[in-house]
């Protein structure tokens, strides 16, 4: 099973100050109709060209539409680059739409 969280934890720990990397794994057009404040995009077919920009020191969320891509990436991280501080949100930004923020557009 790999590690998820759901938004409303997610909400919770950004809520508390935590330093979280939000990685978005979706494609540009998606993440410019809506997204999570503070997410950085990387599509999941760059991703492993930009590895790098992923922080080591600090936990890092996966989000994508609807939690598919994102567990995709984090399965692809973990197995080729060992990467351990990596979490899925689950539903996606869909489920946070419709459990945290009504602000961010559903699609």
């Known amino acids: 099973m790999l590690p998820e969280l759901t938004p409303e934890e997610l909400n919770r720990r950004l809520s508390s100050g935590e330093d979280i990397q939000l990685i978005d794994v979706r494609q540009p057009e998606e993440y410019e109709y809506c997204r999570i404040e503070g997410s950085h995009l990387i599509?999941?077919?760059d991703l492993p060209h930009r590895v790098d920009e992923l922080d080591e020191?600090?936990?890092?969320v996966l989000?994508?539409?609807?939690g598919v891509r994102s567990m995709q990436?984090?399965?692809?991280?973990q197995h080729r680059h060992d990467k351990?501080?990596?979490l899925n949100?689950?539903?996606g930004i869909h489920?946070?739409?419709l459990?945290?923020?009504?602000?961010?557009?559903?699609?």
């Open 43 to 45: 599509p999941l077919g």
């Open 95 to 97: 489920a946070w739409s």
């Open 63 to 66: 989000i994508c539409h609807h």
């Open 57 to 60: 020191t600090r936990p890092i």
């Open 99 to 107: 459990r945290v923020d009504p602000s961010v557009a559903v699609y």
């Open 89 to 91: 949100l689950r539903g």
């Open 73 to 77: 990436a984090l399965a692809y991280l």
């Open 84 to 86: 351990t501080n990596l």
